[in-house]
């Protein structure tokens, strides 16, 4: 097996289930919504830090291992925190569904800006 692939392999179905679950959650919150411009557009902000993180998994190859390890970590955190914050959501509702749906995914982003971005910056100092 290639190196990190126990991880790899686990941080891709993370990541698969974690955007699976957000959409099944977020559409489950907005069952009342009628307009389709409106759902589009949220299905497409919870997807991105999924899309994101799949993107930079497929260019990884070259990066660092240090890099990639983060990346896989990332992407299992993400999908972790995402689902567990939609799931409180669901069960409890105690906030406008609107606000958690908005700010999940933009938190998700900078998680992964500042894992990435700071292993990154590492690994480069480590190489000069």
């Known amino acids: 097996m290639a190196e990190g692939g126990g991880l790899r392999t686990t941080a891709r179905f993370a990541l698969a289930a974690g955007a699976a679950g957000s959409i099944v959650l977020m559409l489950r919150a907005g069952s009342r919504q009628r307009s389709l411009l409106l759902i589009f557009l949220f299905t497409a902000w919870v997807l991105s830090p999924f899309l994101g993180l799949a993107l930079a998994n497929l260019r990884a190859s070259r990066w660092p291992a240090r890099v990639r390890t983060a990346l896989h970590a990332t992407m299992i955190a993400v999908p972790a925190m995402c ?41 480069s100092r480590r190489v000069q």
């Open 83 to 123: 689902l567990a914050i939609y799931g409180m959501h669901a069960a409890r509702g105690a906030m406008k569904a609107g606000f958690v749906y908005l700010v999940v995914p933009a938190a998700a982003w900078f998680l992964i800006a500042v894992a990435l971005g700071v292993n990154a910056i590492a690994a």
